[in-house]
């Protein structure tokens, strides 16, 4: 069946959003007038995500990409999100592009020590903005102490998920340890992404645990926070799929907003990964019944190679 050109362009936009391990756990459906966005459970990682928040996140994380494309494009959307699918409805408008748009292609979860300046209050109110809103809101911490109380709980959740065999078993699954690796899925963890050499995959994987060790890993998430300009958890009023969608759309709307001001942004999500830690980590930002649901750093960053994506065609399920 030969899909609309313009329709496609839109999935691939919405396939460059954030999600869990580049993953990219999702299934596109094209209609006339709409979208649709379902889970591809293939692809869900349930150790990690056992519940498959991330997931669900990751689902509006691609809504709010495509959302923003499809302005771009002259379409006005209308997202529904019913029976585990997010179906983004069009109606033609004027062509709108936007900051956010512009951004979408230089996104990237940038996992790299950056260089400590702070963000001016202009580019935090707007960086505030873009996370609230539809039931969701973001705390934006900058606060020297605060920002250290957060680190301990990112590094007492690494360690947590470094020590359980299945949490690496599942991690290492989705390294791709070099150029090669990496074009043969066109998914996962790029090492270069992260600052990391290339390797041949027989070299990489009996060094890794020699390399990627619980006391190094607690070391960079200290540096890597430490050099940042600040961290940003975003929470929503319901802790369900709903909610978790929402979540991921503000969360994207945080990455592109950033993206358009310069900054870089990385996930420190190990403190909401790990149950009791997240307990913990909700009480101590007064949450009350609100889930912390995304935390992430933010500040000013070099450029690395970025992880590849599946192309659209790949993602669309045949009507």
């Known amino acids: 069946?030969?899909?609309?050109?313009?329709?496609?362009?839109?999935?691939?936009?919405?396939?460059?959003?954030?999600?869990?391990?580049?993953?990219q756990p999702w299934k596109f459906s094209i209609k006339t007038n709409s979208i649709s966005i379902a889970p591809d459970?293939?692809?869900?990682?349930?150790?990690?995500?056992?519940?498959?928040?991330?997931?669900?996140?990751?689902?509006?994380?691609?809504?709010?990409?495509?959302?923003h494309a499809a302005a771009a494009a002259g379409l006005k959307s209308n997202p529904v999100f019913e029976n585990d699918v997010v179906t983004v409805m069009f109606e033609k408008a004027q062509p709108v592009s936007s900051p956010l748009f512009e951004a979408i292609p230089r996104r990237q979860s940038t996992r790299a020590v950056y260089d400590g300046k702070?963000?001016?209050?202009?580019?935090?109110?707007?960086?505030?903005?873009a996370g609230n809103g539809d039931?969701?809101?973001?705390?934006?911490?900058?606060d020297r102490t605060r920002m250290a109380d957060i680190t301990e709980y990112v590094v007492r959740g690494n360690t947590n998920q470094m020590r359980d065999k299945g949490f690496m078993?599942?991690?290492?699954?989705?390294?791709?340890?070099?150029?090669?690796?990496?074009?043969?899925?066109?998914?996962?963890?790029?090492?270069?992404?992260?600052?990391?050499?290339?390797?041949?995959?027989?070299?990489?994987?009996?060094?890794?645990g020699l390399i990627f060790t619980e006391s190094g890993e607690n070391d960079k998430y200290r540096a890597h926070i430490d050099s940042s300009a600040g961290i940003a958890v975003f929470t929503s009023e319901l802790n369900n799929k709903n909610g978790w969608v929402a979540a991921g759309r503000a969360c994207q709307r945080f990455a592109l907003q950033a993206t358009s001001l310069g900054l870089k942004y990385a996930f420190i999500n190990q403190p909401v990964e790990v149950p009791n830690l997240r307990n913990e980590l909700s009480s101590y930002l007064g949450l009350g019944g609100r889930r912390a649901d995304i935390v992430v750093r933010f500040g000013y960053g070099p450029e690395l190679p970025k992880s590849l994506r599946r192309p659209p065609e790949q993602l669309i399920l045949q009507q």
Not at 45 to 65: I, K, M, Q, R
Not at 177 to 201: C, I, K
């Open 1 to 23: 069946m030969r899909v609309d050109p313009g329709k496609l362009e839109l999935v691939r936009f919405a396939a460059l959003a954030a999600n869990s391990h580049n993953t």
């Open 41 to 67: 459970y293939a692809r869900r990682c349930p150790v990690v995500d056992p519940d498959d928040h991330h997931l669900f996140v990751s689902l509006g994380c691609a809504t709010e990409n495509l959302i």
């Open 118 to 129: 702070p963000v001016s209050p202009d580019d935090l109110r707007l960086l505030e903005q």
């Open 135 to 142: 039931g969701t809101a973001v705390i934006l911490i900058t």
């Open 169 to 208: 078993k599942e991690l290492k699954a989705w390294i791709r340890f070099n150029e090669t690796d990496a074009v043969a899925t066109m998914d996962g963890l790029f090492s270069r992404a992260s600052g990391n050499p290339s390797l041949p995959s027989w070299l990489a994987r009996p060094l890794l």
